[in-house]
């Protein structure tokens, strides 16, 4: 199984921890996919790790000179859903950065051409595979709180320093899409419901010279079976804090409550409080390959594109200052 | 200082916990102001305690005979807004139980009386006298956070069993009006800044037979300055639970984030995580009190119909699915 790999920004490295278990899998190309991207860090672990890689300048080259079997896109978010497409029209599987595509237009037309490939497609929605947030979900879906009705999730981000690209919408998807796609999915991951409509607001005040950036921003979403979730995105975790991101679930049930915090589980229900073993025993991109072979994976195609669609409205509620109702766009065209 | 106290619904306690402290302050009058509400142990603690209070039929008697300086409602939540509108027309301060009106015909008939009158009136906006709350509030006004930007809430209260007059909007005024106030009291309060907007959405199913009583809602203002803030609400907090309510809040500032959670107060900021030791050297009623006699207090007439406005428009937003802005009604009749 050959692979190729374009571009070097978001969370390409889970392509690499898979590798060296899986010895028939070889990288045999690399593209930077951007101009000005350093792909030698990426070259010299291939090196280090048997992987004959060439390096390409164009991607598309490089899609048409290695023929690669899995194709892992992690460049620019603006060429995301081009490079998706042009991936699937060569036939090669598609492992992508997140949200795979910047707008509603390029989200439709990535979906037809994967429609149309019959291949395998998964984001990286890295946090599935979090031991905690794995054991909370398996937990819920296993009956542990009884019906799902409210979900709270929270994502705290430092601010840092961020490279130019996240100063504008034309290069940044916005803060909803990026940070808040992880808890998007956990809501549609956690309940096994739809999405009905959503209601959101954002902020870019006080984001230290980051252009368009939002710092802040709140989405409440229904699902079906009037099922409520929300959503709270930040930029301003403290600089000296323990990790980078303070995620967070609270799922509430007709028969407990489920929390996640701090790489902790805890289960409140009849019985009382008490905390349940984090564990995950699958990889994100050894799940991905799985999915490749035809076997059981946990990120499919249909929740890579959902979750899509549910970050662009989101966002769109935002921008517009509405209730946005899902499939509203799909009825104009009936 | 003559008192007189109508009901036995909702905070009533909180008067009579300050009253030992207080001889010159006399309970004058007792009157259930709703059919079949018993107000035996109202009468047997004032006789305990000193106090010859004359119980009456009906509550408007009570006033014109008794004439009290300050009138305590905690009646049928349907009859709230009449009872302190009577009390000002009599001359009477009023420390009520929230919320304050059940809709906003009545809540602007309540005001107009109220400012005619020049009394003191309060809601029993209770948990700003937590402990953690109160710690947590002064904090975050006395600058530990920088500027507030974002603020989440969460009230969580066991359903139980409730009487019949929570099954009803009749009787009752909603989830996010009765639960959800205090929350979106802290909001304001933590923020000392003016609400602009709300969505929200609820839901009453699994209620266990009560009717109309929603059981899960979100709330989502934006309030001047483009700061965000949510509150989350459900009844399903399991019944083994230590508490009977899991009350939060977390607010997210440019320097640091503080965070209230099972009484405890913990700041976040440059200096890394520690508690706040948490204390409140106030009582509710005593502040009441305090402000009565001109002095300086904690809930002032200007909080309790602000508080009030938002709880009524947050639930027109849920039962019409819209997003709704605060001053609408209002530029209707310029």
């Known amino acids: ?18 590798l060296p278990a899986r ?12 101009d000005g991207d350093d792909v030698a860090p990426l070259v010299r672990w291939c090196r280090a790790n048997g992987h004959a890689a060439r390096v390409f300048d ?9 023929h690669p079997d899995v194709v892992v896109v992690a460049g620019p978010f603006e060429r995301t859903a081009e490079m998706c497409i042009e991936a699937f029209r060569r036939g090669a599987h598609v492992f992508s950065e997140k949200p795979v595509a910047m707008t509603l237009a390029e989200l439709d037309e990535l979906a ?7 291949l395998h497609f998964a984001a990286m929605m890295g946090l599935r595979y979090d031991p905690a947030f794995h054991t909370a979900q398996r937990a819920v879906r296993g009956g542990a709180i009884g019906e799902v009705r409210l979900i709270d999730t929270r994502k705290s981000y430092k601010l840092g320093r961020r490279d130019a690209f996240y100063r504008s919408r034309r290069t940044y998807p916005g803060t909803i899409p990026w940070v808040g796609s992880h808890a998007i999915d956990w809501i549609r991951w956690f309940t096994g419901r739809e999405f009905e409509t959503v209601f959101a607001t954002q902020s870019a005040q006080h984001n230290r010279g980051c252009g368009e950036l939002e710092t802040a921003a709140l989405c409440q979403f229904t699902l079906t079976g009037e099922v409520l979730a929300s959503v709270s995105i930040d930029y301003f975790r403290p600089q000296g804090a323990a990790t980078h991101g303070d995620d967070r679930i609270r799922a509430v049930g007709t028969e407990g409550v489920i929390e996640v ?7 409140a229900d009849g019985d009382g409080e008490r905390e ?5 025993d699958r990889q994100i991109f050894r799940d991905f390959v799985a999915g490749v072979e035809g076997g059981e994976c946990l990120i499919s195609a249909a929740d890579t594109l959902a979750v899509t669609e549910a970050c662009l409205l989101a966002r769109q509620s935002a921008d517009e200052g509405r209730l946005v109702t899902f499939g509203e766009r799909g009825k104009g065209g009936e």
Request: aromatic residues 4%; glycine residues 12%; hydrophobic residues 50%.
């Open 261 to 267: 915090s701090g790489g902790k589980v805890l289960l």
């Open 23 to 34: 010895p028939a899998m070889q990288v045999a190309g690399i593209s930077a996919g951007a």
């Open 58 to 66: 164009d991607y598309r080259e490089m899609l048409d000179a290695a």
């Open 1 to 18: 199984m050959k692979l190729c790999m374009i571009g070097v920004r978001g969370h390409y490295e889970s392509v690499l921890d898979a």
């Open 112 to 118: 037809a051409a994967h429609a149309r490939s019959g």
């Open 276 to 280: 349940l073993a984090a564990e995950c």
